[in-house]
């Protein structure tokens, strides 16, 4: 009887991981030109994965949408002392305090309070004792 010798073969599926690294990769090649031109054509063959994607890259830059900046809904903020949060992928993907606007890219100013944010969600405008 002879051995049973394997031969090295490719997988026959991409493992999450390395796919995933595989896209990450490929967007952080692409251009803006490239970004905005594969969110349209997302956007007419998949309109609610467009709007999960977008709402997803608001909550992960902590900004908000510029027609929907001062409408009314629910902002995140920190339970515990009343401040703002946010999650701003240039320091990871954890929540963190900012002093700023909330809606422009870049003009917001991260602090420590001392604490870690406990993150609840508040209407604009409205006093912490009424949540």
Do not use: K
């Not at 490719?10 to 991981?17: E, G, K, Q, W």
């Not at 320091?91 to 002093?99: M, P, S, V, Y």
């Amino acid at each position: 009887m002879s051995p049973i010798i394997t031969q090295p073969g490719m997988p026959a599926h991409v493992h999450p991981d390395a796919a995933a690294r595989q896209r990450c990769d490929r967007l952080a090649r692409a251009t803006a030109e490239q970004a905005e031109a594969a969110l349209g054509y997302l956007s007419m063959i998949d309109p609610l994965m467009f709007e999960i994607a977008m709402d997803a890259a608001d909550l992960i830059t902590g900004t908000a949408p510029r027609d929907e900046a001062t409408g009314d809904e629910a902002v995140p903020v920190c339970r515990r002392c009343g401040g703002q949060v946010g999650i701003f992928l240039d320091h990871g993907l954890d929540w963190q305090h900012f002093h700023g606007d909330g809606t422009t890219a870049g003009a917001q100013e991260i602090y420590d309070p001392g604490h870690l944010p406990e993150v609840t969600w508040r209407l604009p405008g409205e006093n912490p004792q009424q949540s």
